[in-house]
């Protein structure tokens, strides 16, 4: 990714910080410059999208915009900091379901697990694509692959804890490739039987559900 168009680069003799804002009404207006910045990263790519098509889709001012976020670089790592905390929390309620589950609840919980990646994908287009160029960089998440790893790790630690750390992170490590390949699938209009082939890697995190407490049922 490019770090800005030139169009959008602000001159100044020193690297510009962003403000935080300190009221509810500066803080309101930052969440409607960061929706309106996923839009348009979603429609333009990173590189086309532009700091006035930014303003303009959050009907605010360019100055305003560069009052909060000076670069294009700040918006979107602002951006996919505020994707990995929703991320994050979507897991973490799964984790807190994960401990109750029993018997044939299982199924249904892998079937929600299974298409985490794909809900959250549609509700926020520019996740991928922002990850992909920032996940590594956002500050605290010691890499989003890795953090949401050790957070499906949580959940199978909440479902299975008898299990061993090191257990938990390999499944876990499965568990998240099963994710992303229900997303690869999910978008591969083409695939006619793509339903039925998300059913089935249901039925794989099901099984990898059920290996973590052995031949046991819970």
């Avoid at 257990?167 to 568990?175: E, K, L, S, W």
């Avoid at 209009?189 to 046991?216: K, Y």
Wanted: glycine content about 10%; charged content about 20%.
């Amino acid at each position: 990714m490019s770090s800005q168009n030139a169009s959008d680069t602000i001159e100044v003799g020193t690297p510009a910080r962003a403000k935080a804002p300190q009221r509810e009404r500066g803080r309101a207006r930052v969440a409607a410059l960061l929706e309106a910045a996923g839009q348009v990263f979603a429609e333009k790519g990173y590189d086309a999208a532009t700091m006035t098509a930014i303003a303009a889709r959050a009907g605010s001012s360019i100055g305003s915009l560069y009052q909060f976020f000076p670069t294009k670089d700040e918006i979107a790592q602002a951006l996919l900091q505020r994707y990995v905390e929703a991320l994050m929390e979507r897991l973490h309620q799964l984790r807190n379901e994960a401990s109750e589950l029993e018997g044939s609840a299982i199924a249904g919980f892998a079937a929600r697990l299974t298409r985490t990646f794909i809900r959250f994908r549609g509700e926020h287009p520019a996740f991928a694509m922002l990850s992909e160029g920032y996940g590594s960089v956002v500050p605290g998440s010691g890499g989003i692959r890795g953090r949401i790893r050790a957070e499906i790790g949580a959940v199978l630690l909440a479902f299975a804890p008898g299990q061993t750390a090191v257990q938990a992170d390999a499944r876990a490590g499965v568990v998240q490739h099963l994710m992303k390949a229900a997303v690869a699938i999910n978008g591969d209009e083409g695939f006619e039987n793509r339903d039925a082939a998300l059913v089935e890697l249901e039925h794989l995190v099901e099984h990898a559900l059920r290996s973590c407490i052995g031949p046991q049922e819970k």
